[in-house]
């Protein structure tokens, strides 16, 4: 006399739950990647033995090799700025930063000459000349580790 099973084997499994932890994955994956900030614009940084990795961004400025601005660029279609015009953009990013930590990244090549530096300076101290006290913008230069 066979015996018969009251439960069932089946050799299914439910995939619903599949979709979900898919689902969670590229959730994750895009928030990640858009806290990694690579640069948009390829530049060889200074060497620095005391660097700090910065929490948050703000505004960021670029200074390439071939000594063009570049602020808040986004992908490799960023677009240089003139420098007669780099005050003026800047003030309408201003007007929109929120921001609690007021600064501004400078990116610069390590082959642009200082004076393309400095000149960026000249413009952040025009910028913080029209704001308050506590409102003024500090200049952070960019560097890199050393190995």
């Avoid at 601005?69 to 005050?87: D, F, I, S």
């Avoid at 929120?98 to 004076?115: F, G």
């Amino acid at each position: 006399m066979a015996i018969k099973l009251q439960n069932k084997r089946s050799a299914e499994f439910s995939t619903a739950s599949m979709a979900d932890m898919v689902f969670l994955l590229l959730i994750f994956f895009m928030i990640t990647s858009t806290l990694v900030a690579p640069n948009a614009i390829t530049l060889m940084l200074p060497k620095s033995d005391t660097g700090k990795q910065l929490a948050s961004r703000n505004i960021e400025v670029y200074i390439d090799a071939e000594k063009n601005y570049y602020v808040n660029p986004k992908g490799q279609n960023a677009q240089p700025v003139p420098y007669e015009e780099l005050l003026f953009v800047l003030q309408g990013i201003v007007e929109i930063d929120d921001a609690e930590q007021r600064t501004i990244i400078l990116r610069a090549d390590k082959s642009v000459p200082i004076e393309y530096v400095v000149a960026f300076y000249d413009v952040l101290n025009a910028l913080n000349a029209g704001l308050e006290e506590s409102q003024r913008y500090k200049m952070l230069l960019a560097t890199e580790a050393k190995s």
